[in-house]
């Protein structure tokens, strides 16, 4: 029972996609984001205005560390955990990842709603801040066991897809 670890940008479903693959497997659904705010009682959004964005990253990659033993969860990655690859290696070693991509402007539109909670697009600008950090997170992405793009997708087709995808993936290693 590895993990099914998502990973991707802001806005691309992690939350929502986990939360139900994790009911279809039956496994436990883990946010990293989650982990790091019930640990220091405070919002993401608060640890970046107080302590920085490399606080977090620190943070970040201790909640992967703990996480790194478990399985049979579906685990919900912040869009920046991919930048550090030790997180991707300890991650990959008891999961499979799972990317979920979008077009920047249909995250442009997803973030609209809680834009607030969202301190890396606090810029003048957000499309075209959201167009660098895809960009810069690229080579990132290529890490990936299996990577969708649920920009004209629905919830339930997304879902079904991974769960096509990581049932195939599983029976390849059970016969291996
Ligand atoms: C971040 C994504 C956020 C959160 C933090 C930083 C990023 O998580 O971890 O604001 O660097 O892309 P979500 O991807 O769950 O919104």
């Known amino acids: 029972m590895k993990n099914i670890v998502l990973l991707g940008f802001m806005g691309t479903g992690k939350s929502a ?23 220091t009682h405070k919002r993401v959004a608060e640890i970046f205005s107080e302590q920085g964005e490399e606080a977090f990253r620190r943070l970040e990659s201790e909640a992967v560390f703990d996480l790194a033993e478990r399985t049979g969860c579906v685990i919900s990655t912040g869009g920046g955990i991919v930048l550090d ?8 070693k008891n999961g499979i990842l799972v990317l979920l991509r979008c077009r920047p402007e249909v995250i442009f539109k ?34 990936a066991d299996i990577t969708l793009d649920t920009s004209d997708m629905n919830l339930e087709d997304v879902v079904q897809q991974i769960k096509r995808k990581v049932l195939e993936i599983e029976g390849r290693e059970s016969t291996a």
């Open 85 to 92: 690859s030790k997180n991707l290696d300890l991650l990959q």
């Open 17 to 39: 996609v986990g939360r139900r693959l994790a009911t279809v497997f039956h496994y436990q659904f883990i946010d990293t984001d989650q982990v790091i705010e019930e640990k």
């Open 110 to 143: 997803r973030v609209q709603k809680r834009a607030g909670q969202r301190p890396l697009l606090q810029k003048a600008d957000p499309l075209s801040e959201i167009k660098r950090l895809l960009a810069e997170r690229e080579p990132f992405y290529r890490r």
